[in-house]
């Protein structure tokens, strides 16, 4: 059965659409300014489950995915729209109202305004598509597509978190009765934060020369970095950053939660730079470098090489 | 149960949300442009049933009921987004590849451009958010809120026909059992038309001072227009242009389909003017006329004069 990205690539092809393909598209505001744009769905039961999160988290949620692909642009987010199908039952009930609150609180700390959307009913599970517009000066927005052979390959604050999180929802775990380091697994997954400030960072004085966001696992989207890039890449397993609250999990399991988890919502970008320092950057870690090797993408572990498959999450 | 409406007008006064209310939201471009946008989310079951329709229709109508949004603010459509979340077992068979292919038959005749959105897996409906990006003149977008006192009041084509190609659907009846009338009504109902062209003519010159697409029946719509203008209005109910295809169907149930039915997507409009005509333009129907009496709206019927309720179409 095909996969969702076979989906998109084929329609993509077949209808000729060039602004399809990155985590936002980009479109020509006026002559200073760009406006990036993006859309996520979360279903219920598929992208989250009710009984395992609380309102106020899945509105956060759903605001936080696509500020990270407003992030993963460089791009500086403006506006929102949020369309949601509620069933009957949890419409009944204060649910709706907490969601809005968390989608709020999230919405304030970056200044994103609401500008529409829809509201519907729906059969029995909750849907939410999150819709928002970002800006970024003109020609400035950060492409999947610009890696170079010889970047450094570079990720933000450290992965395998949410996937650990994931694991222990699935066990039965919930916050209330795990430890200090499970709860924030699993707050990592619930109530996710988008890397805002770093995008709109990394597009300025051409830092970046590729971003996408961290949401299909590292594996996966340094695949589609590379293929939208036309290169090939070599990383090294030691050097990726993995959440510390993993410390206690084996290490099979944390390069599992970081490699393939996805929804860590870091960012993963190229750059010709070496190093980033700053006292107000998130903590940025050199992983692996861009080769001209292209769709070949190998994963140096002490001393054996190996071929890093693109095993992330596939909704399909 | 409070309504959507009444649950939306709630979260604009606590979070003070401006730009939600019309069909669209608008946004600045540059110095000449304005931007429109807006998404309508579509749930299976709720929206649209898949054993009714066909995947080409669906895709249409997708698309078209978000370009009558688009020409509800007399806007020229451009870019588009579409967010599915699909089943296997639709994801399997060429449902998906139809589906678009009705999409972008209706896109190519507007020129419209998709420039990205999602693809989920949802666990057993089929749910569709379709967002599209307009282009108007620098404060040329026609609000709901611009009727006043002494407007004429129009409604373009005809009313009342998706409601009745509905009811036949309802009661069983499919194109391909139906006679030329009947079948008229039901594709009316799966595969509506915009009036994409006449919402930018009514853009220009001023010739509207606001403008509703009839989404949710003529009384809703009429509502919602009254209330954003804060003014009343008076419709002579025989003037109301009815679908020719309900010829054979009783009085009570044309005025019931026209007025309460909804999902034709005609606009209604209210203009200083008297009369439109131009061998480009649709039929458009004189229906009444806008009155100071702020939120009553009056139908007349012959001798008689009586409150007209807001009996349209909700979702909760």
């Keep these: 059965m095909r996969t969702e990205f076979e989906f998109i690539r084929n329609i993509k092809e077949q209808y000729g659409l060039n602004r399809v393909g990155d ?18 769905l979360l279903v219920e039961d598929v992208d989250f489950r009710l009984r395992w999160t609380k309102a106020e ?55 994103v305004e609401l500008i529409g959307g829809d509201v519907s009913e729906s059969t029995d599970k909750l849907v939410i598509d999150s ?24 990720v933000t604050g450290t992965l395998g978190g949410a996937a650990g999180g994931l694991e222990l929802l ?35 004085r051409n830092r970046a020369n590729a971003i996408i966001d961290i949401s299909d696992g590292l594996a996966a989207d340094l695949h589609h970095l590379c293929e939208a890039s036309r290169v090939g890449a070599e990383i090294e397993i030691d050097r990726i950053p993995i959440d510390e ?47 001209e090797n292209v769709g070949t993408l190998e994963v140096i572990d002490g001393e054996r090489r190996s071929i890093l498959p693109a095993f992330g999450y596939r909704h399909f």
């Design 23 to 40: 985590d936002c598209a980009v479109l020509p505001k006026d002559s200073k300014t760009d406006l990036v744009i993006t859309a996520d």
């Design 57 to 111: 988290f899945l509105g956060h949620k759903a605001l936080a995915v696509s500020l990270s692909d407003v992030a993963a642009m460089g791009a500086t987010p403006k506006w929102a729209m949020l369309s949601i199908g509620v069933p009957k039952s949890v419409w009944k009930g204060k649910f709706i109202d907490n969601f809005y609150g968390g989608w709020f609180m999230l919405a304030k700390q970056y200044g």
């Design 131 to 154: 819709i928002v517009v970002g800006e970024v000066a003109k020609g400035q927005a950060v492409l999947r597509s610009g890696a170079k052979p010889g970047d450094s390959i570079f």
């Design 170 to 204: 699935e066990s039965g775990l919930r916050t209330a009765s795990a430890g200090k380091e499970k709860s924030r697994l699993i707050e990592r997954q619930l109530r996710p934060n988008a890397r805002v400030e770093m995008g709109m960072y990394l597009s300025k």
């Design 245 to 291: 609250n993993l410390d206690g999990t084996d290490r099979a399991a944390k390069l599992k939660f970081a490699l393939g988890g996805g929804e860590d919502f870091e960012l993963l970008f190229t750059s010709d730079r070496k190093t980033f320092s700053g006292s107000k950057l998130p903590p940025i870690t050199r992983v692996g470098v861009v080769t």
